[in-house]
């Protein structure tokens, strides 16, 4: 899946309208007379209230715009609140197209960076076929023949990652260990920015930063991370414009500031990060690390503050970790302990948003096996082990989905994992609240076994939806979704809450549960709670997405079907209305949310 937006303008079609004359000079004159807001035009013109020339297979207005031109009825035309939708994002698009004008084209340096890294670092990851069967006995699944690299250099040793810095690091750093109560903006002075620029690195210390590792702060990383990311801003200047991008994106989010007056920062400040990694990789640079961190920024700081309609154009997600791991890769680079366990985050969750194995898969795989801890419960709250076996059904999904594992094997294969992930979690059942007063202090295990819990849930509805004939009707499942409703009581919510780092396991739970479910309306009680914190970054992005899903299967899912008719498949591609029948192919099966992400163009990373 990709998000990457085309901005070479449309060629204005050709071809004339049976009604206009054909003689070349008297078109523009009898265009200009023949304007008009018709019945015919296209339903982008009629929902913007303007004149459409009616050209095919794109009008005037929508192709200078660079506007989708629809002539058979979209599905936003079904309903006033649709229209009214559509015309915002058709309002933001035209202001995307004005930003680009203003800052350049973005287009160029997008598609330098794909060059750079496709030049030092090529893609070397490949998957192959399964061929050793996974027995229910075996410690971990494995397969063999997905063909997946060693990587032996990502994760060095055999010991469990430990967080840190170096002895001499954290002397240089006692000063803002002991003073770490002051605000961060406090330490900024040392910060080359420019001084129009300081009340978004103000903002971004003071602000942003507070929300992007919940977890780890619960184990008292926070002043070590805190140094590590002020030296990263003196230091690194595409992190730091990274930074400042971000904090404007927050800024907007929150301040309901027009677009006029932020979106200019947002891109002067993301186009001079990305100029900035392609300078160092054009020199050859050696400061891997510094390149490693500014990209992990770039995608990660992204997801923790984006809006849900983000219409500026950007680079996808996805690219940037392509970017990571041709760097590892390419360059047998081993990066630091905290960097490693956020590209393990990230390519998990990733993979189940693009429907692909991870690209560490094989590395995951044998540190589950050797009961090796890769850092992920301290960075963001769920067992290691439960992150290893998601990986593994990402795997698997891989496999049904390019087919090349038949029905028996599959079915065997998710039994295994299926016992895999009920070990898992079986030693300690017993889930407590964490806070010990009301308002108190979070208890970390506490809350890190009742995030475990929730996780490894999601996790068996995620591989349960792989089987043949899977149903949400189906009453494991009904069962499962209830019991993910019930661990959330032990989670605390609202804006000092947690819920902002369990949005996968809210996502695939969400997404196969039924309109009954409890479930759904805990979720939307603990969204209020969140208040503006659950209009943006992931979380927002996750219950905008649950809300679209929701509006489309739900009418197919509410009564229960017989088990021939609720066969739910994943298509590539969703398919686009006949000229028949406008709308009615998406409701001919249920949707599965990915599906919803491609064709609304939102290329999430939910995590």
């Known amino acids: ?54 050209g095919r297979p794109s009008c005037a207005a929508c192709s200078k715009l660079c506007l989708k031109c629809d002539y058979v009825k979209p599905s936003w035309w079904m309903s006033m609140e649709q229209r009214r939708l559509q015309k915002e994002r058709i309002k933001d698009r035209i202001r995307q197209t004005k930003v680009i004008e203003r800052e350049g084209t973005m287009r160029e340096y997008m598609h330098h960076m794909r060059e750079t890294f496709s030049q030092r670092t090529p893609a070397t990851v490949q998957y192959g076929g399964l061929t050793t069967p996974v027995s229910a006995s075996d410690v971990s699944p494995t397969y063999d023949g997905i063909g997946l690299p060693p990587f032996q250099n990502f994760f060095p040793g055999s010991g469990a990652v430990q967080y840190g810095i170096d002895q001499a690091q954290a002397q240089r750093n006692v000063q803002i260990m002991d003073e770490f109560n002051r605000p961060l903006s406090s330490f900024q002075s040392t910060i080359p920015v420019e001084d129009r620029d300081r009340p978004l690195l103000t903002h971004f210390l003071d602000h942003v930063l507070q929300l992007i590792f919940p977890i780890l702060e619960l184990h008292q990383r926070r002043p070590t991370r805190a140094s590590e990311i002020l030296r990263s801003l003196q230091t690194n200047r595409s992190y730091l414009h990274c930074c400042l991008s971000v904090s404007a994106i927050h800024i907007k989010t929150t301040m309901n500031l ?59 997600w996805n690219a940037h ?19 490693m366990s956020l590209i393990s985050w990230i390519d998990i969750f990733g993979a189940t948003m693009l ?30 082990h439960v992150m290893y076996l998601i990986s593994e059904i990402a795997c698997l999904e891989t496999l049904k989905a390019s087919g ?53 849930i999601a996790a068996r509805i995620y591989l349960r939806s792989l089987a043949p004939n899977f149903s949400c009707n189906q009453p494991s499942i009904i069962s499962l979704v209830g019991a993910a409703a019930e661990i959330l009581r ?34 939307a009680e603990r969204a209020s709670a969140l208040s503006d914190l659950g209009d943006f970054g992931s979380f927002g992005r996750m219950y905008r997405l649950l809300q679209e899903l929701w509006r489309l299967n739900d009418d197919l899912i509410s009564p229960p079907l017989p ?8 298509p590539e591609r969703l398919p686009e209305p006949s000229q028949g029948t406008p709308g009615r192919s998406l409701r001919k099966q249920q949707v599965h949310w990915r599906d919803v992400m491609q064709r609304r163009g939102w290329g999430y990373l939910l995590m």
């Open 321 to 339: 970790f392509q970017a990571v791991s041709n760097l590892i890769n390419k360059l047998n680079f081993v990066p630091q302990p905290f960097s």
């Open 404 to 456: 090349r594992i038949d029905e028996a094997k599959l079915r065997h294969h998710i039994s295994a994992l299926s016992m895999q992930l009920e070990h898992t979690t079986s030693a300690d059942t017993t889930l407590e609240w964490p806070c010990t007063s009301p308002g108190g202090t979070v208890e970390p295990q506490k809350l890190t076994a009742s995030m475990s819990a929730l996780f490894c």
């Open 355 to 384: 429907g692909k194995s991870p690209q560490f898969a094989h590395t995951y795989r044998n540190r589950h096996i050797n009961g090796t801890s890769s850092g992920l419960q301290e960075l963001m709250g769920c067992d290691d």
């Open 490 to 523: 032990y989670i605390p919510a609202g804006a000092r809450g947690f819920d902002r780092a369990i949005v996968w396991p809210l996502l695939i739970t969400g997404a196969y549960s039924i309109p009954s479910s409890p479930f759904r309306s805990i979720l």
């Open 1 to 54: 899946m990709s998000t990457f937006i085309t901005y070479d303008q449309p060629q204005v079609p050709a071809d004339v309208p049976a009604e206009e004359p054909a003689n070349i000079e008297a078109e523009q004159p009898s265009r200009a007379r023949g304007l008009r807001r018709s019945r015919s035009g296209c339903y982008t013109c009629r929902v913007r209230r303007k004149k459409c020339d009616e």
């Open 563 to 570: 088990s021939s008719a609720t066969s739910l498949t994943f």
């Open 258 to 316: 027009s677009a006029e007056q932020i979106d200019s920062d947002i891109m002067r400040h993301r186009y001079e990060a990305v100029s900035q990694l392609s300078q160092a990789l054009r020199n050859c640079s050696d400061q891997h690390e510094q390149i490693l961190d500014a990209t992990l920024a770039m995608i990660f700081f992204h997801c923790s503050v984006g809006a849900p309609d983000d219409y500026l154009p950007d680079i996808p």
